[in-house]
C-alpha cells in the first residue's frame, strides 16, 4: 500500500445539474424549475480507479481503492500496466515533440542569421527605380 499526498480516495463523483433544485423547498415552498433539461438532472459514478496528474510537482498517480485484506484482482492489475503503458507512450511522445520544436527553435535561430550583400549600392538602386519609373511614365 502506498501513500499519495493528496486527499481524494476515490468514491461517487459525477455532475448534480441545476434541474435537482426541484426537489428542495424555501420556507415550505416548492421550488419550479422554468426550463427542462433533457439531461439526467444528477449523475454519479463509483470511480474505484483512477489518475490523478498533480501539475505542480509533474507527477502522476495511478489509484485503486481496495482493503488491506484484498489482493488486487488480475483485471485491476491489467488495468495499471494499460493505464502506466499509456501514460509513458504519451510521456516520450511529449519529450520527442518538445525536443522538434527545440530543433525547430534553433533553426528559426540560424535562419535570422543569414547575412546578406548588395550587389549595387544605394545610388545605383535608385538609379534603378528613377529608370523603371520613367519607363513607366513613358509606357
Known amino acids: 500500500r502506498t501513500q499519495v499526498p493528496f486527499e481524494f480516495f476515490g468514491g461517487y463523483v459525477g455532475i448534480l445539474g441545476y ?9 415550505g415552498k416548492a421550488v419550479q424549475n422554468r426550463h427542462k433539461s433533457s ?10 480507479r483512477f489518475v490523478v ?13 481496495n482493503t488491506d485484506s484484498e489482493a488486487l484482482s488480475l483485471d485491476t492489475v491489467q488495468w495499471f500496466h494499460r493505464v502506466e503503458n ?4 504519451v510521456a516520450e511522445t ?18 535570422t542569421r543569414v547575412h546578406f550583400e548588395m550587389e549595387r549600392s544605394r545610388d545605383e538602386y535608385i538609379a534603378d527605380i528613377q529608370q523603371c519609373l520613367k519607363e513607366i511614365t513613358q509606357g
Open 19 to 27: 434541474e435537482l433544485k426541484q426537489e428542495s423547498s424555501i420556507h
Open 39 to 48: 439531461q439526467p438532472d444528477a449523475f454519479l459514478i463509483f470511480s474505484d
Open 53 to 65: 496528474w498533480d501539475r505542480q510537482e509533474s507527477q502522476l498517480y495511478i489509484v485503486a481503492l
Open 86 to 89: 499509456t501514460a509513458c507512450s
Open 94 to 111: 511529449c519529450r520527442k515533440q518538445k525536443q522538434t520544436n527545440q530543433q525547430k527553435a534553433t533553426m528559426k535561430e540560424t535562419k
